[in-house]
């Protein structure tokens, strides 16, 4: 039986619903896998809970947390100001999880714990796209020295194995091209217009009352989070160095009604799609509405699904679609990304 | 550097692609993955050309090969007679890749080298579905005792990567059930109907026409070849020790126009759907034309495209769809899996 000592940052709802999936499911993976996923420090904004030996007494710390405790407070555990760097400056850990909100402006606090993590030989399997965004290139050299790897599937689709198809599933191939669905948003907004002739507005506000939409919506409609999963998948399959200021980003904002009819009448498909170009070891990148063949394999994904096609010299086309998008899916692709760290070695 | 030497069954179609692309990558899966691939040995009917130290001197090997050469007379590394079996047991290696055409009725020869390989502690990538779909706990058990793995992706839709889904981009979740397109022979029949309202009669002829279909096109139209594919997944997924015999197999060879249009005035399209349905650990198969919806992710999988569909509790629905059926896309796969092994020890 193999250990992994975990410490997860961030008790939002991902974090959360990880901790109650790892609950569930710890005796199925030590059977299935002989590995035992040890939760052993929570830490948030006002500080940690951490068992300095051994593992967290998660029933109790969920019913705590459940009833508004801050882990901080947690009774026999809490170090109040402990911050995440401090932590694992402190205690030694296998795996950091990270789940904090995405900071597109510098990583933090993710960056500095990554760097501190990756510094100790620690794995990290992360939910946030901020530092794998910024500073992918600086966090593989680091990852490199120390012999630690990143795991970013919660970050690229979630549910949806993004990052597997082009990882495992495709080795020994050579990728050509990629292309994705890769924000629920937007392909849920351009279904709408597609199938019901929704306008552009209609269809976003229908999104926004599904709780689909954010109520400041430009993250998902401008076509950024397109950009910062296409930029994280390509970095890490093909070592791009890619920043975000390098990828042309056009979004939904001005398709029109009229604009899907023309690609109807085409017997086309209007689709928000992210894609990368490799040629002669050259990586571009683009997100942009385009007009797929109905025969397309990313045609007839609709609503909130997402899905990606990787195009290889020696096994044509592999597309992979679906994968629940919500906590619970980026809990569970958390969770396989813990499993790989051991299965990889 | 690790190095696998490799022993090769069978030098069909798929054999020799897989030499050529293992020549033509093997530089590249050397920098990428650390792996240095050793084509030690090629068995086929007449004997054996073996290196009993190092490898065989590719490019010349299949130079020979291509003029019409057995590996027997392969100067200098031939030997007339010797058998799989045989030089499994005098020679050392480290992988055995089985391409040898699939018999149902015994597993023969694959199924000797199989068990003799599994004894002496090697790994096993196999291209041939014989073995395995009927002895396949047998040999599981052999393979547990002796610390083998067996890898089956080149059996079980080639470049379509069905088995990484439900082994790898799935692990952590629980699988209640898998629906595949697992034949592209019946798909491009019933594509056929279904688009250009052609008859069975006439959509078969076509696909003889174009090298689809066999002239005796009886394991793909009756069903038999899609039940050994989800045999071999659900034995290998869930230990479930299912025989042949156990899966109620309908074929398409009934499906009439008259079906097709009913299927389609409910808005329906009919597909031959291989299925396993998971209950508390009981697994149950089947093979059956089904009306799918036409929202389902199946639905738009046309002409002889595959795909599978895993439905699972904490991701949803993971569908995998694609990749060529060919024997670029088999060697590809048996590649792909000979990487695996070394990733995953």
Do not use: W
């Not at 593992?55 to 026999?76: C, I, Y």
């Not at 954010?214 to 950009?227: A, F, H, K, N």
């Not at 009604?257 to 040629?279: C, Q």
């Amino acid at each position: 039986m193999k250990t992994k000592r975990i410490i997860l940052c961030g008790l939002g709802n991902v974090g959360k619903t990880f901790l109650k999936l790892v609950a569930e499911r710890a005796e199925d993976v030590r059977q299935k896998y002989g590995l035992s996923i040890e939760i052993s420090c929570v830490v948030d904004l006002g500080g940690a809970a951490i068992a300095e030996k051994g593992v967290l007494p998660m029933t109790d710390f969920m019913a705590f947390v459940k009833n508004g405790g801050q882990p901080e407070r947690f009774p026999g555990y809490g170090q109040k100001g402990l911050s995440i760097v401090e932590a694992i400056r402190k205690y030694d850990f296998d795996i950091l999880i990270e789940t904090t909100p995405t900071n597109l402006r510098n990583g933090e606090p993710a960056y500095s714990a990554v760097t501190v993590a990756l510094e100790k030989g620690m794995d990290i399997v992360s939910a946030d796209k901020g530092p794998f965004v910024l500073y992918y290139d600086k966090l593989k050299k680091m990852a490199d020295v120390s012999r630690s790897r990143i795991f970013i599937s919660a970050a690229t689709g979630a549910a949806l194995p993004t990052m597997d198809i082009g990882r495992f599933s495709t080795a020994g191939s050579t990728i050509t091209s990629i292309e994705g669905i890769l924000n629920g948003t937007t392909n849920f907004i351009l279904t709408k217009m597609n199938l019901e002739k929704s306008s552009y507005a209609d269809a976003l506000k229908e999104a926004q009352i599904m709780g689909i939409a954010e109520t400041e919506p430009s993250l998902d409609v401008e076509g950024y989070d397109s950009r910062n999963k296409i930029v994280l998948i390509a970095n890490t399959l093909f070592d791009a160095k890619i920043g975000i200021n390098d990828v042309p980003v056009k979004g939904i904002t001005e398709i029109t009604y009229e604009d899907i009819k023309k690609a109807i009448k085409e017997e086309k498909v209007l689709k928000l799609v992210a894609t990368a170009e490799i040629r002669k070891r050259e990586v571009s990148l683009e997100v942009s509405p385009k007009r797929l063949d109905k025969t397309h394999p990313l045609a007839s994904i609709n609503f909130s699904e997402k899905g990606i096609t990787y195009t290889t010299d020696t096994m044509g086309q592999v597309t992979v679609l679906g994968g629940k998008s919500s906590p619970l899916g980026a809990a569970a692709a958390l969770l396989k990304d813990v499993i790989h760290t051991h299965l990889l070695p």
